[in-house]
């Protein structure tokens, strides 16, 4: 719609389209609205619909299979998702700060979790991530403390502030997850468990969807058009790392092509993992850097109090000294790019 629509017209051209079987869908954006049309378009044509208003500036056709995901959805325009935290709203995007996530892989106990989190948000972390459900490739491995994990999530969110982001893998969870965790994260391995995908997607947390081990940028952005589908419209994707032929060194294969080639196709925000990405603290600095060089809109970082002892991916988590010291060399490529928190900057 052209700059300052009436609200009266773009009521009027929603119910018009709704008369003719669609399911309009009012985008706000910062700049333009953009009225989505979902259904069955393929037999109407560009004309026919703009000769309904003089307000129409232009009418779009999204050919990609993902649409909602699509960047040409909001006709080009940044998306952006905030979510809700005890310290204040913190929006994820390619116009905001770059916000840090950090925290260990698994919630192991109520000391070592608040301890955590009181470390991270001192060196300028937003969340505190910790899997109380641990997607483990072996049944006999430590599987997360489950429900018990979640109350001292919420202990560590009350006492520090921080947003809480944490995995659900089970949809009969999702309810129990959604109650402590500000984000629900999709993990890797459920990336293509599709049952879930609508699942988080009919309920108001927003999600953060991490990319499959062995996932295409389309079958991500599919998935992710899943949990815009059923409602939700607040997704950030996660690269964490993908599969490749040579594990000799590294966990994975951090995939940081994604940052341009994601920016071209979508509207979503984008983390990068360069934890399960590596799966190697000591190569954690170095993509992290790279990452905000490329243009992450934000960091997952895993932070253990005592790495060694860590029940679950222990050799890629650094320890809270690092993860200090990681914080400061990240703001100078953060201020460089001008894209680092205004409140962080004190630390560096
Ligand atoms: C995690 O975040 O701890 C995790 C299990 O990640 P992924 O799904 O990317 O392996
Ligand atoms: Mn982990």
Known sequence: MKVGSPQTEIDRLCQEFE???????AIIGKHKVV??????TASLNEEQIEENSEWIEQVLRVER????????FRHGEAGEVWVSTPDGDVPFGESHPIVVV???CSVENEAMIIETAQRVKAAGAKFLRGGAY??????????GHGESALDLLAAAREASGLGIITEVMDTADVEKVGEVADVLQVGARNMHNFALLKKVGAQPKPVLLKRGMSATIDEWLMAAEYVLAAGNPNVILCERGIRTFDRSHARNTLDLAVLPVLRSLTHLPI???PSHGTGRWEFVPAMAKAAIAGGTDSLMIEVHPNPAKALSDGPQSLNP????GLMQEL????NAVNRWPKSAMAIA
């Open 271 to 273: 983390m990068i993992d």
């Open 331 to 334: 703001a100078v490529i953060g």
């Open 19 to 25: 008369a003719w079987g669609l399911s309009p869908e």
């Open 65 to 72: 299979p993902y649409k909602r995901a699509s960047r040409e």
């Open 102 to 104: 950090a925290g260990p």
């Open 134 to 143: 641990k997607p483990r490739t072996s049944p006999y491995a430590f599987q």
């Open 35 to 40: 009225i989505g049309l979902v259904g069955e």
């Open 321 to 324: 000294e690092r993860f200090d």
